[in-house]
T-cell receptor, first 114, second 113 residues
Framework: KAGVTQTPRYLIKTRGQQVTLSCSPI?????VSWYQQTPGQGLQFLFE???????NKGNFPGRFSGRQFSNSRSEMNVSTLELGDSALYLC?????????????FGPGTRLLVL | DQQVKQNSPSLSVQEGRISILNCDYT??????FLWYKKYPAEGPTFLIS?????DKNEDGRFTVFLNKSAKHLSLHIVPSQPGDSAVYFC????????????FGKGMKLTVNP
Protein backbone atom coordinates (compact mmCIF):
# COMPACT_ATOMS: atom_id res chain seq x y z
CA LYS A 1 0.00 0.00 0.00
CA ALA A 2 1.18 3.50 -0.74
CA GLY A 3 1.84 5.62 2.30
CA VAL A 4 0.54 9.03 3.24
CA THR A 5 1.57 11.64 0.70
CA GLN A 6 1.88 15.36 1.26
CA THR A 7 2.39 18.16 -1.21
CA PRO A 8 4.28 20.33 -1.56
CA ARG A 9 7.29 19.11 0.43
CA TYR A 10 8.80 22.57 0.80
CA LEU A 11 7.28 26.01 0.67
CA ILE A 12 8.55 29.55 1.18
CA LYS A 13 6.05 32.32 1.82
CA THR A 14 6.13 35.86 3.16
CA ARG A 15 4.26 37.31 6.10
CA GLY A 16 0.64 38.07 5.39
CA GLN A 17 0.28 35.52 2.62
CA GLN A 18 -1.83 32.43 2.85
CA VAL A 19 -0.90 28.83 2.11
CA THR A 20 -2.70 25.58 1.34
CA LEU A 21 -1.16 22.20 2.07
CA SER A 22 -2.48 18.92 0.74
CA CYS A 23 -2.56 15.40 2.16
CA SER A 24 -3.63 12.09 0.66
CA PRO A 25 -4.16 9.36 3.26
CA ILE A 26 -3.45 5.68 2.93
CA UNK A 27 -6.11 4.01 0.82
CA UNK A 28 -9.03 2.95 3.00
CA UNK A 29 -8.18 5.29 5.87
CA UNK A 30 -11.00 7.73 6.51
CA UNK A 31 -9.46 9.84 9.24
CA VAL A 32 -6.82 12.49 8.62
CA SER A 33 -5.06 14.49 11.34
CA TRP A 34 -2.76 17.46 11.02
CA TYR A 35 0.13 18.38 13.31
CA GLN A 36 2.60 21.22 13.54
CA GLN A 37 6.14 20.38 14.56
CA THR A 38 8.53 23.06 15.77
CA PRO A 39 11.88 22.58 17.55
CA GLY A 40 10.65 24.00 20.83
CA GLN A 41 7.13 22.57 20.97
CA GLY A 42 7.35 19.12 19.46
CA LEU A 43 4.28 17.79 17.67
CA GLN A 44 1.18 19.80 18.34
CA PHE A 45 -2.24 18.63 17.20
CA LEU A 46 -4.04 20.96 14.82
CA PHE A 47 -7.23 19.14 13.85
CA GLU A 48 -8.70 15.85 12.72
CA UNK A 49 -11.17 15.08 9.98
CA UNK A 50 -13.30 11.99 9.62
CA UNK A 51 -15.72 11.46 6.75
CA UNK A 52 -15.45 15.12 5.71
CA UNK A 53 -16.28 16.40 9.21
CA UNK A 54 -13.93 18.02 11.67
CA UNK A 55 -13.98 15.64 14.62
CA ASN A 56 -11.52 17.38 16.89
CA LYS A 57 -9.53 20.58 17.02
CA GLY A 58 -6.38 21.62 18.81
CA ASN A 59 -5.53 24.93 20.39
CA PHE A 60 -4.59 26.96 17.34
CA PRO A 61 -5.99 30.30 16.14
CA GLY A 62 -8.71 30.50 13.53
CA ARG A 63 -6.10 31.34 10.87
CA PHE A 64 -5.54 27.59 10.70
CA SER A 65 -8.33 25.73 8.97
CA GLY A 66 -8.83 22.51 7.12
CA ARG A 67 -11.22 20.40 5.16
CA GLN A 68 -11.61 16.86 3.92
CA PHE A 69 -13.02 15.74 0.61
CA SER A 70 -15.20 12.75 -0.18
CA ASN A 71 -12.14 10.76 -1.31
CA SER A 72 -10.59 11.36 2.16
CA ARG A 73 -7.93 13.71 0.81
CA SER A 74 -7.46 16.69 3.08
CA GLU A 75 -6.18 20.22 2.84
CA MET A 76 -5.13 22.65 5.51
CA ASN A 77 -5.00 26.38 5.03
CA VAL A 78 -3.13 29.01 6.97
CA SER A 79 -4.13 32.60 6.32
CA THR A 80 -2.25 35.78 7.18
CA LEU A 81 1.00 33.94 7.74
CA GLU A 82 3.23 34.94 10.64
CA LEU A 83 6.94 34.25 11.13
CA GLY A 84 6.04 31.84 13.93
CA ASP A 85 4.12 29.65 11.50
CA SER A 86 7.41 28.40 10.09
CA ALA A 87 7.33 24.70 10.91
CA LEU A 88 7.03 21.18 9.61
CA TYR A 89 3.36 20.36 8.99
CA LEU A 90 2.58 16.69 9.26
CA CYS A 91 -0.46 14.83 8.11
CA UNK A 92 -1.42 11.41 9.47
CA UNK A 93 -4.04 8.90 8.46
CA UNK A 94 -5.54 6.48 10.92
CA UNK A 95 -5.93 2.71 10.92
CA UNK A 96 -8.41 1.19 13.34
CA UNK A 97 -7.79 -2.28 14.71
CA UNK A 98 -9.25 -4.02 17.73
CA UNK A 99 -10.76 -0.82 19.02
CA UNK A 100 -7.48 1.05 18.88
CA UNK A 101 -6.37 3.61 16.35
CA UNK A 102 -2.82 4.06 15.06
CA UNK A 103 -1.68 7.05 13.05
CA UNK A 104 0.64 6.78 10.09
CA PHE A 105 2.43 9.95 9.09
CA GLY A 106 3.37 11.48 5.79
CA PRO A 107 6.78 13.05 5.13
CA GLY A 108 5.52 16.53 5.98
CA THR A 109 5.55 19.94 4.34
CA ARG A 110 8.26 22.28 5.55
CA LEU A 111 6.96 25.84 5.53
CA LEU A 112 9.28 28.80 5.86
CA VAL A 113 7.71 32.21 6.41
CA LEU A 114 9.97 35.18 5.67
CA ASP B 1 0.37 21.54 31.01
CA GLN B 2 2.49 18.86 29.37
CA GLN B 3 0.67 15.58 29.78
CA VAL B 4 3.32 13.40 28.13
CA LYS B 5 6.91 14.02 29.13
CA GLN B 6 10.18 12.76 27.76
CA ASN B 7 12.53 14.26 30.29
CA SER B 8 15.81 13.29 28.68
CA PRO B 9 16.44 15.15 25.43
CA SER B 10 19.09 12.77 24.20
CA LEU B 11 20.73 9.38 24.72
CA SER B 12 23.92 7.96 23.29
CA VAL B 13 24.66 4.21 23.30
CA GLN B 14 27.12 1.82 21.70
CA GLU B 15 26.07 -0.46 18.88
CA GLY B 16 24.92 -3.81 20.20
CA ARG B 17 23.98 -2.50 23.62
CA ILE B 18 20.51 -1.82 24.97
CA SER B 19 18.79 1.55 24.49
CA ILE B 20 16.16 2.48 27.06
CA LEU B 21 13.94 5.44 26.29
CA ASN B 22 11.61 6.68 29.00
CA CYS B 23 8.30 8.48 28.99
CA ASP B 24 6.08 9.71 31.80
CA TYR B 25 2.48 10.81 31.65
CA THR B 26 0.22 12.68 34.01
CA UNK B 27 -3.28 11.93 32.73
CA UNK B 28 -4.54 8.69 34.25
CA UNK B 29 -7.22 8.53 31.56
CA UNK B 30 -4.62 7.61 28.91
CA UNK B 31 -5.05 3.97 28.00
CA UNK B 32 -3.18 3.55 24.73
CA PHE B 33 0.46 4.39 24.18
CA LEU B 34 2.56 4.51 21.04
CA TRP B 35 6.20 5.04 20.10
CA TYR B 36 7.26 6.71 16.90
CA LYS B 37 10.69 7.13 15.33
CA LYS B 38 11.55 10.16 13.24
CA TYR B 39 14.47 10.78 10.91
CA PRO B 40 15.29 14.33 9.78
CA ALA B 41 13.11 15.59 6.93
CA GLU B 42 10.75 12.63 7.27
CA GLY B 43 7.46 12.10 9.05
CA PRO B 44 7.32 9.99 12.23
CA THR B 45 7.21 6.23 11.67
CA PHE B 46 5.05 4.07 13.92
CA LEU B 47 7.15 1.58 15.90
CA ILE B 48 5.12 -0.15 18.56
CA SER B 49 2.13 0.39 20.81
CA UNK B 50 0.68 -0.94 24.04
CA UNK B 51 -2.75 -0.78 25.59
CA UNK B 52 -3.30 -0.33 29.29
CA UNK B 53 -4.53 -3.90 29.69
CA UNK B 54 -0.96 -5.07 29.10
CA ASP B 55 2.32 -4.29 30.79
CA LYS B 56 4.61 -5.45 28.00
CA ASN B 57 4.55 -5.70 24.24
CA GLU B 58 7.33 -6.98 22.00
CA ASP B 59 8.04 -6.60 18.32
CA GLY B 60 11.41 -7.88 17.22
CA ARG B 61 14.14 -5.76 18.76
CA PHE B 62 11.62 -3.37 20.30
CA THR B 63 9.85 -3.90 23.61
CA VAL B 64 7.59 -1.43 25.36
CA PHE B 65 6.91 -1.68 29.08
CA LEU B 66 4.03 0.04 30.82
CA ASN B 67 3.87 0.75 34.55
CA LYS B 68 0.41 2.18 35.13
CA SER B 69 0.88 2.84 38.83
CA ALA B 70 3.94 4.96 38.11
CA LYS B 71 2.42 6.43 34.94
CA HIS B 72 5.60 5.46 33.15
CA LEU B 73 6.45 3.65 29.97
CA SER B 74 9.74 2.74 28.41
CA LEU B 75 10.97 1.54 25.05
CA HIS B 76 13.81 -0.97 25.00
CA ILE B 77 15.81 -1.54 21.84
CA VAL B 78 18.03 -4.61 21.88
CA PRO B 79 20.50 -4.77 20.26
CA SER B 80 20.85 -1.15 19.23
CA GLN B 81 21.99 -0.50 15.68
CA PRO B 82 23.38 2.68 14.06
CA GLY B 83 20.23 2.86 11.91
CA ASP B 84 18.22 3.33 15.09
CA SER B 85 19.73 6.79 15.47
CA ALA B 86 16.72 9.10 15.26
CA VAL B 87 14.34 11.14 17.39
CA TYR B 88 11.84 9.01 19.30
CA PHE B 89 8.43 10.27 20.36
CA CYS B 90 6.07 8.66 22.78
CA UNK B 91 2.38 9.41 22.44
CA UNK B 92 -0.74 8.63 24.42
CA UNK B 93 -4.45 8.59 23.80
CA UNK B 94 -7.71 8.11 25.66
CA UNK B 95 -10.07 5.39 24.61
CA UNK B 96 -7.68 4.21 21.92
CA UNK B 97 -8.82 7.00 19.68
CA UNK B 98 -6.48 8.98 17.51
CA UNK B 99 -8.31 12.24 17.97
CA UNK B 100 -6.85 12.68 21.42
CA UNK B 101 -3.27 11.66 20.62
CA UNK B 102 -0.82 13.63 22.75
CA PHE B 103 2.90 13.55 21.98
CA GLY B 104 5.97 14.04 24.09
CA LYS B 105 8.63 16.44 22.83
CA GLY B 106 10.92 13.68 21.63
CA MET B 107 14.28 12.26 22.54
CA LYS B 108 17.27 11.99 20.23
CA LEU B 109 18.94 8.58 20.25
CA THR B 110 22.44 8.22 18.85
CA VAL B 111 23.85 4.73 18.37
CA ASN B 112 27.59 4.80 17.88
CA PRO B 113 29.29 2.11 15.76
Amino acid sequence: KAGVTQTPRYLIKTRGQQVTLSCSPISGHRSVSWYQQTPGQGLQFLFEYFSETQRNKGNFPGRFSGRQFSNSRSEMNVSTLELGDSALYLCASTRSSGGYETQYFGPGTRLLVL
Amino acid sequence: DQQVKQNSPSLSVQEGRISILNCDYTNSMFDYFLWYKKYPAEGPTFLISISSIKDKNEDGRFTVFLNKSAKHLSLHIVPSQPGDSAVYFCAASIGGGSEKLVFGKGMKLTVNP
